[in-house]
Structures are given as structure tokens and as C-alpha cells.
């Protein structure tokens, strides 16, 4: 007998986010490599948990988590977006953002459907499509502007195509599409009969006087998106893994159905932290988080710009792509490591989000640290001068 892994594990292989990051910790650098966000958690996120586990809320839950959490999430997505959205029948809670995406993939996408991703690319949405079986579709964005072209778009598509992914505002890039740009990508996703599959993670991330617009907000768009996001970012939770799928209660349903398959449920008590954080944390909360990283983000692109790092500046999210063409290596890992090895300072290499051979003159860079860690990471990345 011969025993092999399945082919699928070929897809699902370790991301180079993840492989800086062990490398970061083998040498005792400072990660500015993955997305950990490892800012203070809101005290009343953390109250609302501990209070949860004292009081026994530590079984398993609704498989589409708890309703007061999803009445929240409900809330907030009014407040903000001004869709409304059914607390029972249309709000999936999943084991973070990443779950609630694989669910709706699941649940949506067949074997060999195509789905159309804009590159530069987050690695674990191309791995989680082809987890699934489907095949995704690169169209490129313009790094004058992180732009599309339409024309791209129509070229792109076949008869398999069965959806679109819209990051925004966008890992790596920063990228926040405008409401023009979501308006042109709502026409094509009508006019081809496509769904649409949102990551809106950084949806309170956003820069320079923009502001974020939710694909299903756009008139004909609410029956064909799946807007995905969490509280990971928002209240500095990686590690709680609490993320949510909106979207039509036709669709809901069934990503309902493998997320309890997959997960059973999110993990119980943490549901009611962040219950407490999205009931009692005001407006003045959602709106300062983008201008502490704001501020963030001018710091440390001005150290990227001293050093020759000529970085593209982010109109939201908490990372950003530099250029490392002056640095010495052929690939981008290469020029990573140099970084890594002369400053201890982890970034990813830019290769991680292109699929054939692009960004090999990019590294990215988290900037969702405290400020003191952030400037030192800064003052490191001057041994670079």
C-alpha cells in the first residue's frame, strides 16, 4: 500500500506570511510581518469574556452564534453601512472571517467554478478557493492607484465564472475602492450574473478623509454579496477568531449549514465579549481607530522613505508595500531576509501576493503595533541607510 497526502494539501501549503513570521521568532526580531494586531484589547471586550466564563456561558452555542451577538452585528452594520440585515435568518458567526469565507465558498462554489481576484492578492483567499475546488482568476491592479480596467475584467471572464472577490479596504495593498470603482464592478457582477464575495475586515481602517462603502449598500447588489468581516482588527483579537458572513437568507442558510459541519460554532464565551465591545462601544471607538493608524502609517512610511524603501501609501488597512529594488538579492524572500538579518525587522515578501512571478521588487509591512515597538522597528529599518 502507498500512502500519500491528498492532492488538495498541495494547495494548502505554509504561507510565506507565516514562514517570516517563525523565521522572526527564531531570531528574536520584531514581526511586522503577519497581521496580529497586538494593540490593547478594549477593557469591556475582555470584561464581557471573563465575565462569560464565570457566569458557565461555556457550551456550544447556535451554530450561527449567539442572537444577542448577531443583533449586534446587525446593529452596527445599519449604523454604519445603512443595509439592514436579519439577526436570525441572514448573519452567519464563524470561526473568524477566514471560516465565515471558506463556508460561503462551500456553500456557493462548485468544483472548477472560477472567481475572479484582483491582484496583488491576500494569499488565504486564493488558498481557501482553491481548497474548494474552484479556480481563481487574476486580474491585475495598476500599483499607480491600485486601479482596474474594466476591459481586464471582460477579458478575464468565461462562462465559469460564478463570482467576484472584493477586498477593500484591501490587504496587502491598502487599497480603498471608491464608490465609482464598486459602482463599475456592481454593473459587472449584474451584467455577468456573478456573486460577489466581500472581505470588509478593515472596514474601519481608512485614511486621508475616505470612507468605506459596503458593495451590498450599492442598489441591485444585496442579493448577490456576501459581505464577510470579524472584530479580529477592530478590538485586536486575532487570537479569538470571531468573524461573520452577511448576505440573503437563501445563502445564509447554507453557509449556516457548513459552519456547523466544519465548526460547530465559534468559541462561546469570546462570542460575548465582543457582544459587549459592538453594544457599548460608541461611534467615537470605530472612528479613532482611523486615525491612530493613520498616524501609524505616516510614521512609518516616512522611516520607509528614509531608508529608500519607497513605499505605496495605504488608504486604509494596517499594511503597506514598499520597494525593495536598491536592496541586494535576486528574489523578494531574499530581499526579506536581508532586511530581517540587518535590521530584525520582519516583513513578507511581495512574491506572496502575485501568483505567477510578480512582486519580486516588494515586502510588506504590518504596522498594527503599539507606537513604541513601531518606532523601533522604524529606527532599526535606518541600519538600512
Known sequence: MSLNLARRSDLVMQSDIRAMSMECARMGG?????GV???????VVLRGAAAALVQGGNTYTHHTGIRELRQAIADKQRRFSGIEFDADREIVVSAGATGAMYCAFQALLNRGDEVIVFEPFYGYHVS???????????VPLDPRGWSFRIDDLEAAVTPKTRAILVNTPANPSGKVFSRYELSLLAEFAIRHDLFVFTDEMYEHFVFDGLSHLSMAALPGMRERTITISGLSKTFSITGWRIGYAMCDERWASAIGYF?????????????AGVTAGLRELGD?????????????R?????????????PHIPQGAYYVLASTERLPGATARERAMHILRETGVASVPGSAFYHDGGGEHLVRFCFAKEEHILAEACERLLKLR
Do not use: H, W
Open 259 to 271: 459552519n456547523d459541519l466544519f465548526y460547530v460554532c465559534a468559541p462561546s464565551p469570546l462570542q
Open 284 to 296: 467615537d471607538y470605530y472612528l479613532g481607530l482611523s486615525a491612530e493608524y493613520e498616524a501609524k
Open 128 to 138: 481557501t478557493l482553491r481548497a474548494v475546488e474552484a479556480a481563481p482568476l487574476f
Open 298 to 310: 505616516d510614521m512609518f512610511c516616512k522611516a520607509l522613505v528614509e531608508v529608500g524603501l519607497e
Open 30 to 34: 520584531i514581526n511586522l510581518s503577519q
Open 37 to 43: 494586531c497586538d494593540t490593547p484589547v478594549p477593557p
